[in-house]
């Protein structure tokens, strides 16, 4: 959706509901994607937390009775929302690096949910818009809104923070689970408290040491192997 299509639209913060999370289930989900020194990250949450998560302006999204307009998404996408609504997060990389830019920014039902474990999943979420249901009467907490970002010449090494605006919210339950090369290398479960940082720090490697007796086991056959082959020639002779 393009920001001067909906200019016009008045803020409706007043119309949003509360923000209620069960116990058990995140408020936020995030998947990080380490690759060839490049980095990307999804990330998972209620529409209904682009006022208090991300202090966006509601009419970017919301119309005056805080239904979602989307047939205007439907027509024009929203590839130039992601940067508006996520221009109060800030994103920190060493060295003053350059940090993310805004792949895409998508809405989907809830009663519909997709797939959010892999970097595969936060791709297809954020590129692919589920338009043959009827969204008239959908309210912000309907919808989940998906977002993807991705920097540059990030180094394995590297950490990299995102810090969201103080809005006066409540703390917030967070899954990050961490991809290098494709693979699942760890979970973390923090909280992000109002104004908060998130920081994507690099995970060791899931694949579990060798025990010792293993290693002792594979030298041993190794030696056992190369005896018996040169003892063929011999025993042939």
Partial sequence: MAVAAIASLAGSAALLPAVAMAADEPALTFIV???DGDMAYYMSMSAEHIVPLLDANPA???S?????PIETFRREGSFDLADEIFRHVRSDRPAGANAFYSMSLMLHPTDFPLPFETPFDGLTAVSVCTVDYDF???APGDLNL???AYAYEVAPSEA?????PATGRETLDVVIRHYTDGRFVGEERPSLADGGTLTFTPQDDPMLPVPP???AFAGFAVLLLGAWRFAIPTLRS
């Fill in 146 to 148: 998906f977002y993807g």
């Fill in 60 to 62: 970017l999204v919301f």
């Fill in 213 to 215: 007796a293993a290693l």
């Fill in 33 to 35: 994607d380490r690759s």
């Fill in 136 to 138: 008239s009467t959908f």
């Fill in 64 to 68: 005056n009775s805080g239904a979602v």
């Fill in 160 to 164: 990299v923070s995102l810090t969201f």
